[in-house]
């Protein structure tokens, strides 16, 4: 036998089945990532635990309000959107009639670019990412206990538990990561709500030229188009579930749209679209004992304005602030009014926006006859950007 295959083999590494940490993030994007990387500045052991591996494709319009902007600026994390597009104008479209808004201090870049970014931040920051990751909280602690989250590698069966001062749910609107405490009960859907579509496009898709918004609306849903700094098209649309099932699927609703504001959009239905479960919805709670609902995981409204990324990372910031109080006190109750406190107002100016819209020819004449005041094409474009 050669001395090679005499040599005994390096045991296996072994994993440890019960870890410690003082926090864990469940979810990367960026209300994840932003929550994760101020607790590591903070020196917490922090865990970031995301179910898929980066870069990856997000439903998502990919446009970051001038709020979203300067949270990341004072989160010292602005870096994650260097290469961006600004953009100096909205298309508001409906019965092939156009109006433009300008805007300011809104910037465009691909979810896949920007999550990855910001996952690196964390990372740097010292915390612990951790890629192809399921994750569910499986007890939310409280007192002096800590919350435990059972996570798995995708893929496996195999399972280990982390135990943490503090747990941030950031998952996202279709996340289950707190199905064991809550089960069907963790949501309320609002009826008659949307469901969100998206997919990246070749460049030239639509026309749509840089710097633009595009927003086409119709009474069965509404669609929004960009270029990205790649060159692609973001086309996002916030689609009524009934009518998409009537036109023959979302890639033909979505067409529908488009041509119905003077548009074509050839082979819709030829095109990966991804898809999210309905969108408005308000969660049964976002604070228990140690754990803490961020982002969309926190409750999500219909989102015409394109401000759900500022509302994930301001609430980040927030949350960031108060999680060593909740750490000492094991009692995460007044995340409640702190996340009221945040975004609370923007979300429901945000929710009569999208009402608004269920009725889309009233809604354009209405801005077209307030257009015709002096100063209030750039006062409605504040307003279409949260900068207001």
Same mark, same amino acid.
């Given at each position: 036998?050669?001395?090679?295959?005499?040599?005994?083999?390096?045991?296996?590494?072994?994993?440890?089945?019960?870890?410690?940490?003082?926090?864990?993030?469940?979810?990367?994007?960026?209300?994840?990532?932003?929550?994760?990387?101020?607790?590591?500045?903070?020196?917490?052991? @922090?865990?970031?635990?995301?179910?898929?591996?980066?870069?990856?494709?997000?439903?998502?319009?990919?446009?970051?309000?001038?709020?979203?902007?300067?949270?990341?600026?004072?989160?010292?994390?602005?870096?994650?959107?260097?290469?961006? !597009?600004?953009?100096?104008?909205?298309?508001?479209?409906?019965? @092939?009639?156009?109006?433009?808004?300008?805007?300011?201090?809104?910037?465009?870049?691909? #979810?896949?670019?920007?999550?990855?970014?910001?996952?690196?931040? %964390?990372?740097?920051? $010292?915390?612990?990412?951790?890629?192809?990751?399921?994750?569910?909280?499986?007890?939310?602690?409280?007192?002096?206990?800590?919350?435990? &989250?059972?996570?798995?590698?995708?893929?496996?069966?195999?399972?280990?538990?982390?135990?943490?001062?503090? &747990?941030?749910?950031?998952?996202?609107?279709?996340?289950?990561?707190?199905?064991?405490?809550?089960? @069907?009960?963790?949501?309320?859907?609002?009826?008659?709500?949307?469901? $969100?579509?998206?997919?990246?496009?070749?460049?030239?898709?639509?026309?749509?030229? %840089?710097?633009?918004?595009?927003?086409?609306? !119709?009474?069965?849903? /509404?669609?929004?188009?960009?270029?990205?700094?790649?060159?692609?098209?973001?086309?996002?649309?916030?689609?009524?579930?009934?009518?998409?099932?009537? @036109?023959?699927?979302?890639?033909?609703?979505?067409?529908?749209? &488009?041509?119905?504001?003077?548009?074509?959009?050839?082979?819709?239905?030829? !095109?990966?679209?991804?898809?999210?479960?309905?969108?408005?919805?308000? #969660?049964?709670?976002?604070?228990?004992?140690?754990?803490?609902?961020?982002?969309?995981?926190?409750? /999500? &409204?219909?989102?015409?304005?394109?401000?759900?990324?500022? +509302?994930?990372?301001? $609430?980040?910031?927030?949350?960031?602030?108060?999680?060593?109080?909740?750490?000492?006190?094991?009692?995460?109750?007044? +995340?409640?009014?702190?996340?009221?406190?945040?975004?609370?107002?923007?979300?429901?100016?945000?929710?009569?926006?999208?009402?608004?819209?269920? /009725?889309?020819?009233?809604?354009?004449?209405?801005?077209?006859? %307030?257009?015709?005041?002096?100063?209030?094409?750039?006062?409605?474009?504040?307003?279409?950007?949260?900068?207001?």
């Amino acid at each position: 036998m050669s001395a090679l295959a005499a040599t005994p083999q390096d045991p296996a590494p072994r994993v440890p089945t019960v870890e410690r940490a003082d926090a864990v993030v469940i979810g990367g994007g960026p209300a994840g990532s932003v929550t994760a990387a101020l607790l590591a500045r903070q020196g917490m052991r @922090t865990v970031l635990l995301e179910r898929e591996r980066f870069p990856r494709h997000k439903v998502c319009g990919c446009c970051l309000g001038p709020r979203g902007v300067a949270a990341l600026a004072r989160a010292q994390l602005g870096d994650a959107i260097e290469g961006s !597009h600004a953009l100096e104008s909205v298309s508001l479209a409906h019965s @092939t009639r156009w109006m433009s808004l300008p805007l300011f201090g809104t910037r465009v870049m691909g #979810r896949d670019v920007m999550d990855s970014r910001l996952a690196s931040s %964390a990372a740097r920051e $010292g915390c612990d990412v951790r890629m192809g990751m399921r994750a569910a909280v499986v007890d939310a602690g409280g007192g002096r206990g800590p919350a435990q &989250v059972s996570v798995s590698e995708a893929g496996h069966s195999q399972s280990r538990t982390i135990l943490a001062r503090i &747990v941030v749910c950031a998952d996202g609107i279709g996340g289950t990561s707190l199905s064991p405490l809550c089960g @069907t009960a963790s949501w309320a859907v609002e009826p008659h709500s949307r469901f $969100g579509v998206a997919a990246t496009l070749p460049a030239g898709t639509l026309g749509v030229p %840089a710097g633009q918004l595009w927003m086409m609306s !119709h009474a069965d849903g /509404y669609v929004g188009a960009v270029r990205l700094p790649s060159g692609d098209v973001d086309v996002a649309a916030a689609l009524d579930p009934a009518a998409a099932r009537r @036109t023959g699927g979302p890639g033909a609703l979505i067409a529908a749209v &488009v041509a119905g504001c003077g548009r074509l959009l050839a082979d819709a239905a030829a !095109h990966r679209w991804k898809g999210t479960p309905a969108l408005t919805r308000r #969660r049964a709670w976002v604070a228990r004992d140690r754990v803490i609902c961020v982002g969309d995981a926190a409750g /999500y &409204v219909e989102p015409f304005t394109g401000e759900g990324m500022s +509302w994930a990372i301001e $609430g980040a910031v927030v949350a960031a602030r108060i999680a060593p109080a909740v750490m000492a006190s094991g009692d995460a109750t007044p +995340w409640s009014l702190a996340l009221a406190d945040a975004i609370g107002a923007h979300q429901r100016r945000c929710r009569r926006v999208a009402a608004m819209l269920r /009725y889309p020819r009233a809604t354009m004449c209405a801005l077209r006859a %307030a257009s015709r005041v002096p100063g209030m094409r750039r006062r409605l474009g504040a307003i279409a950007t949260g900068a207001s």
